[in-house]
């Protein structure tokens, strides 16, 4: 007999989906997934590259070639800290995101360290046209994409944390960098990442339907320089925003960019 109950539990268990994946394929039934990225061009899409102007995409450095969007850097010389981003046109708030990318090729000269094979999904952007003309990385929450080098663990949808904290375990999470439960993606191989947005709720990473990292309050920091000049009336909460892709000195490709619009 207990043998046989062990047997059935096992099979109950082993049968029965994630909840992530339940919820999934419920929102897909009844919603529809939005394509931000046509395929075909960067329309909707507006650059947005430290110490040039909005919409200028020096040297091209995102452009659209067979089906897939890329960020490339031939003719940039020394990388000189040129940090990109490319904004979708309008902001969201409650949403599932799924975005397909991979890295390719080698990092360009003078990149940083800590840019190999990095790349990340901005969140909860400031409005692009509120940045300064030499500011590094918009104001945000940043699901960090990295690539392994062949060797080490190195995980992916990571959270970072441009001019923002968040809070996990009830506690304020101040730190830049937070890591999560992710496998190795090495070479380049396409890596599919999704993330729930709840407004000011809580925000999930999940790569194949393995939920890696959660937290919940997204806020701006104001001893954050950027973030100060957003603060309006006292009011940290961040409860919506732009979403931007990122351009970080490796070279970075993006076949899938879509969106699940949320009840709040």
Not at 28 to 54: H, M, V, Y
Not at 110 to 123: D, K, T
Not at 243 to 260: G, M
Request: charged share 30%.
């Amino acid at each position: 007999m207990k043998n046989h109950l062990t047997c059935a539990l096992l099979l109950v268990l082993t049968a029965a989906p994630s909840i992530w994946a339940e919820d999934k394929n419920e929102s897909e039934k009844s919603e529809k997934w939005i394509q931000l990225f046509d395929g075909k061009s960067l329309n909707g899409w507006t650059p947005k590259i430290k110490g040039r102007a909005l919409g200028d995409n020096f040297n091209n450095t995102f452009r659209v070639e067979n089906g897939v969007m890329k960020v490339k850097y031939e003719g940039y010389g020394p990388f000189n800290r040129r940090f990109g981003h490319i904004f979708y046109k309008q902001s969201f708030s409650n949403y599932r995101l799924r975005v397909e990318y991979r890295f390719t090729g080698e990092q360009v000269e003078e990149g940083p360290g800590w840019a190999f094979r990095n790349s990340g999904i901005m969140l909860h952007c400031q409005d692009p046209k509120t940045m300064t003309k030499d500011q590094d990385f918009p104001v945000s929450i940043e699901v960090q994409l990295l690539g392994g080098d062949g060797k080490k663990p190195r995980t992916t949808a990571n959270l970072c944390t441009p001019g923002t904290h968040v809070v996990m375990d009830d506690k304020l999470i101040k730190r830049h960098c937070t890591s999560s439960k992710s496998k190795t993606y090495h070479g380049d191989q396409w890596v599919t990442v999704e993330v729930e947005v709840r407004g000011n709720g809580d925000i999930k990473h999940v790569i194949s339907d393995d939920l890696v990292l959660t937290y919940t309050k997204p806020q701006l920091d104001p001893g954050d320089k950027d973030a100060k000049r957003l603060i309006k009336d006292g009011e940290t909460a961040l409860a919506g925003g732009f979403i931007s892709l990122q351009s970080e000195s490796h070279p970075v490709e993006f076949r899938k960019v879509e969106i699940l619009l949320l009840d709040k």
